[in-house]
């Protein structure tokens, strides 16, 4: 089963509105990388992170690690229509040479 | 650069059925990944390669075989399709392993009737 957890599954936002979604291994991670996925598209990478409590941003998208390196999440403010898609957590361990991708959160958004 | 190719984009396969799908990349990467998209399930690895004559298995690899060609192509093959192997296939490549980013082609759209 996979060893990364997302929340939630799905997420239907107001344009112009905030939101986050989770992601949660029971381990700990030595990173986690977030992609986002178009309908109809493929994955693409975002970003990496590595360092325990580090935080990220990138324009109107924050990515953070948790402090235990066991938990990340991905928060959007003003939410727009470009931001539709399924947002996709992977996290890597030590003794791992791959990554362990969670099932996703699919956004959609309303006008 | 092309990227990650993969052909074919779609295909439909009777039971029983075999055939291979092909993946390539010029990036120069070493790894290269196939996985499987199915709704609520995420990205499964099916098998991986971590460099160039090396092959593993991933989190769901039965009834799949893989052949890493070359440095530049990973091909994964369905010897014997069933309905339950229905699903999006994706490949990817990355430099190496987990704490590089990867790179996705577009995606096989396959059906097993």
């Not at chain 1, 990364?4 to 986690?32: A, K, R, W």
């Not at chain 1, 470009?82 to 791959?98: E, H, I, L, P, W």
């Not at chain 2, 399930?41 to 160039?52: D, F, H, P, V």
């Not at chain 2, 690899?61 to 060609?69: A, E, K, M, Q």
Request: hydrophobic share 25%; proline share 4%.
């Amino acid at each position: 089963g996979q060893q990364v957890m997302q929340i939630p599954q799905y997420q239907h936002v107001q344009e112009g509105e905030d939101f986050t979604t989770y992601c949660n291994s029971s381990t700990t991670l030595s990173n986690i990388q977030w992609y986002k996925q178009r309908p109809g598209g493929h994955p693409v990478f975002l970003i990496q992170l590595v360092k325990s409590g580090e935080v990220k941003k990138q324009k109107r998208l924050t990515f953070q690690f948790g402090e235990a390196k066991k938990n990340s999440s991905l928060h959007i403010t003003a939410t727009q229509t470009t931001d539709v898609g399924t947002y996709f957590c992977a996290g890597g361990r030590s003794n791992d040479y791959k990554l362990s991708f969670g099932a996703g959160t699919t956004v959609t958004v309303r006008a | 650069n092309a990227g990650v190719t993969q052909t074919p984009k779609f295909q439909v396969l009777k039971t029983g059925q075999s055939m291979t799908l092909q993946c390539a990349q010029d990036m120069n990467h070493n790894s290269m990944y196939w996985y499987r998209q199915d709704p609520g399930m995420g990205l499964r690895l099916i098998y991986y390669s971590a460099s160039e004559g090396t092959t593993d298995k991933g989190e769901v690899p039965n009834g799949y075989n893989v052949s890493r060609l070359n440095k530049r192509e990973f091909s994964l093959r369905l010897e014997s399709a069933a309905p339950s192997q229905t699903s999006v296939y994706f490949c990817a490549s990355s430099e190496s392993g987990r704490t590089y980013e990867q790179y996705f082609g577009p995606g096989t759209r396959l059906t097993v009737t």
